[in-house]
């Protein structure tokens, strides 16, 4: 079966521009997550949904982020004004539900330079 | 204020040996405790999990220790295999919420 696929794999845009990125979970999973990975350090957490709604948004940096999961499935992060400190690659992950182990099922991500 | 931290940015042993990670957490109301490995433009990709309840968890070649009391999880890899080069990310949860993650620690295991 098909795993979590992130799109595009890599984007390169200029400082102010606005970017989307895009995340297919595997199919049936209801909650999706959205974590950052700065150069050497671990992943860290943006915002996570169950089903349509965002239930934790408290790790997105400001309010330039804004993720939407209108249909229950895909999910995409879209970035305003982009700065150069946004620079890092952006992993999603699903769980078929909000999982009491904490597994989670991670895409390859997309990694966002902006210049 | 990190929560999770390896402080063992890398690790090097010889194929055959014993691979020890380690990970020191701060939050005691964590409950499960996870290992992701990384390679090189791939996303993370679950390893072993162990819940707070329990202080050792095995599998294959894995094996994770949880000491509650010192706040502190090790991953043991034996024997070591050249193919467990990566990057090996400790992680924490809380009710099944958001991970929270160490900064990593890179394994090279020598032929």
């Known amino acids: 079966g098909a795993g979590v696929s992130q799109t595009p794999s890599n984007k390169v845009t200029e400082k102010g521009k606005y970017v989307e990125l895009r995340c297919d979970p595997i199919?049936?999973?209801?909650?999706l997550y959205w974590y950052r990975q700065s150069l050497g350090q671990g992943p860290e957490f943006l915002i996570y949904f169950q089903g349509t709604g965002a239930a934790d948004d408290s790790g997105l940096p400001n309010d330039r982020f804004f993720a939407v999961r209108p249909e229950g499935s895909v999910s995409t992060l879209k970035i305003q004004r982009t700065e150069r400190g946004d620079s890092a690659v952006y992993l999603c992950?699903?769980?078929?539900?909000?999982?009491?182990?904490?597994?989670?099922?991670f895409g390859p991500g997309t990694r966002l330079l902006v210049l | 204020d990190q929560q999770v931290k390896q402080n063992s940015p890398s690790l090097s042993v010889q194929e055959g040996r014993i691979s020890i990670l380690n990970c020191d957490y701060t939050?005691?109301?964590?409950?499960?405790f996870l290992w992701y490995k990384k390679y090189p433009a791939e996303g993370p990709t679950f390893l072993i999990s162990?819940?707070?309840?329990?202080d050792k968890n095995e599998d294959g070649r894995f094996t994770v220790f949880l000491n509650k009391s010192a706040k502190h999880l090790s991953l043991h890899i034996v024997p070591s295999q050249p193919g467990d080069s990566a990057v090996y990310f400790c992680?924490?949860?809380?009710?099944?919420?958001?991970?929270?993650f160490g900064g990593g620690t890179r394994l090279m295991v020598k032929p």
């Open positions: 939050n005691s109301m964590f409950d499960y």
């Open positions: 199919s049936g999973h209801t909650a």
């Open positions: 162990i819940s707070s309840i329990k």
């Open positions: 992680a924490a949860s809380r009710a099944g919420n958001m991970l929270t």
């Open positions: 992950a699903s769980s078929p539900t909000r999982d009491s182990k904490g597994t989670q099922y």
